[in-house]
């Protein structure tokens, strides 16, 4: 075999290993390890049936993703956004985390550990949710999608039971 058909195999398996690797560390990066359990879940009448869970403390992050906390103003944005999805219909939905007790929980202690421009939003949104009030769902969607500059997929409205429980289970991966 020619010297230059050696260059060219070893260089097409260098590129594949390295993109190979590449994806790998991506996608432990910003995949959330399994979808949550249905003891995870929090619906309206989960969340007011288990007060005391929802004031307890979380260690790590609920969402599965290895970030530096207290988490960015921005993150918080993007988990708040993507938690609304459950509840709102909405034209495009780029992101979705399921609503659980524990999430709430962990974004409201990282509230409580670092000042946020957005901090009074942020909190009226969360306290709601812990309470299991999520009527005012679509404006929570909404006034996050602004802070983050959306343009496209503004909530319309919320969705009926029925609704959300097919949108949950149609979801296949949850990401922000």
Known sequence: ????????ILGAVLLVTVAGVYMALESLEREPKSAQSKEGSASAAD?????????????????EENVKTPISEKLM???????????????????????TNER???LQQQLDGKAYKNDEEYREIL???QKGDFSQAV????????LMGGNVGKAKGL????????YLEKQTRETR
Not at 47 to 63: E, L, W
Not at 81 to 92: D, I, L, N, P
């Open 47 to 63: 969340v007011k049936s288990n007060k005391s869970t929802v004031t307890g403390k979380v260690d790590g992050n609920p969402f």
């Open 104 to 106: 709430i929980i962990f």
């Open 159 to 166: 969705l009926s039971a029925k609704q959300e429980k097919e």
């Open 77 to 99: 944005r993007q988990y708040i956004h993507a938690m609304s999805h459950q509840k709102v219909r909405a034209g495009e939905k780029w992101s979705f985390f399921k609503i």
């Open 1 to 8: 075999m020619s010297r230059k058909w050696v260059g060219i």
């Open 127 to 129: 306290t709601r949710w």
């Open 139 to 146: 404006g929570d969607h909404n006034t996050v999608w602004r």
